[in-house]
């Protein structure tokens, strides 16, 4: 059985290796994930990923939703998720979240991770951002959601765009509670 089980959503914003790699690590740690896409996150993994991409992510979630699913399971608080990760996520996703809107099943995901306290995560693949967006960001976090820029950090050594992302990706499943493996800094030697 697996130790966590978190919601993987995926947004239209660039950035499907985002998701891509939370798959794997996810998997490679034990733990397990219900996967949420949205249609423009759809064509987003085609373009960027390949068509195979979303049905390899498939085979190994245990449930799959798409956002017109409004009567899954991740849209009440009885859902036994650990938290969500929405990766990469959109700025229209981010704003509908700050602004408390449910007229999707990513949003009302969302909303129910905020109201039920638990972990919500969102890679924001945007930049640069207007005032008004990070004002509006300011209250997605002041409600309890953790906003993390698509900035991923050199000091593990990445050699590979793959270990780029996978430093930022367990970072960002790390705070959605799940236990995985995540470069420490190590300080000056």
Sequence with gaps: MPSSRILLAVTGASGA????????IIRS??????????????KVISLELGNDALG????QASAVFTEHDIDACVASGSCPVTGML????SL?????????????LVQRA????LKERRPLVLVLRESPLASIHLRRLAEL??????????SPFFY???VTIGELVDGLVARALRMTGLDVPVPEWQGPE
């Design 17 to 24: 290796i985002y998701a891509d790699r939370a798959v794997k």
């Design 29 to 42: 740690s034990g733990n397990d994930f219900f996967l949420l896409t949205t249609a423009a996150a759809r």
């Design 56 to 59: 390899s992510w498939e085979r």
């Design 86 to 89: 929405v990766a990469p996520s």
């Design 92 to 104: 229209d996703t981010a704003m509908a979240l700050a602004s408390g809107l449910a007229s999707n």
């Design 110 to 113: 969302g909303q129910v991770m």
């Design 141 to 150: 976090s002041e409600s309890g959601a953790v906003i993390m820029p698509a």
């Design 156 to 158: 593990h050594s990445p």
